[in-house]
């Protein structure tokens, strides 16, 4: 069965972005960028990897959900398909599209449970944190590419909602001399601590 990959830039203090919704603060340079653009190649919007000349490897990921926050980032420049290279959903209460190519859903939850059900590669979930808060019980895989960065306020990992805790397994952390660390989480069993 195919992944819901939660595969998102955060700070040391655990916010994908500053209070305004602005993310720059976090490196784009750096020894890093080489596994962005390789491994997780098929996270970079379709602008993204044109201008860098690389063609997506749809290896990992064949399909995108995001909030609407995350969508607007690339509709405020113009860009209404910011990942045409993969089946695009944008999760929203109040707002569709009219490009036929990004699909809209009011239920993140049963959109997500369904596509999961379907063959195909993992479920890239883009953001934000509201979005991640909600879909946390599908959630089988987070990746964090932790900046060196701390920001003291802004958008946590998982939003400011209330949510059942759910417990994921570290499998992988890799260090760069950027600073910045990739490091990976499984989903497993929620152990309750012994309170004996």
């Known amino acids: 069965m195919r992944e819901l990959v939660y595969y998102v830039a955060a700070s040391v203090d655990g916010y994908i972005a500053a ?39 749809k290896n990992r990921f064949d399909t995108v959900i995001q909030g ?31 490009n036929p190519a990004v699909t809209f859903t009011d239920d993140a939850l049963a959109t997500v449970r369904s596509l999961k059900e379907e063959d195909g590669l993992d479920i890239y979930l883009c953001g934000g944190g509201a979005l991640a808060g909600a879909l946390l019980p599908e959630i089988d895989r987070i990746i964090l590419k932790r900046n060196p960065v701390v920001l ?23 260090a760069f001399e950027s600073g910045v660390v990739i490091e990976e989480y499984a989903r497993t069993p929620l152990v309750a601590a012994d309170a004996s």
Do not use: C, K
């Not at 305004?20 to 962005?36: K, R, T, Y």
């Not at 491994?39 to 490897?57: C, K, R």
């Not at 003291?152 to 992988?172: C, D, H, R, Y």
């Open 19 to 57: 209070p305004d919704g602005s993310f720059d603060v976090f490196p784009v340079e750096g020894d890093h960028m080489q596994v962005l653009f390789t491994e997780f190649a098929d996270a970079l919007p379709t602008h993204v990897l044109g201008g860098l000349g690389i063609e997506a490897p």
């Open 68 to 98: 609407w926050n995350s969508y607007n980032v690339g509709l405020a420049l113009g860009i209404d398909s910011p990942y045409a290279h993969l089946n695009e959903y944008v999760a929203s209460r109040t707002r569709t599209s009219s």
């Open 152 to 174: 003291g306020a802004g958008i946590p990992l998982f939003g400011n909602t209330a949510f059942e805790p759910s417990g994921f397994q570290p499998v992988n952390s890799r």
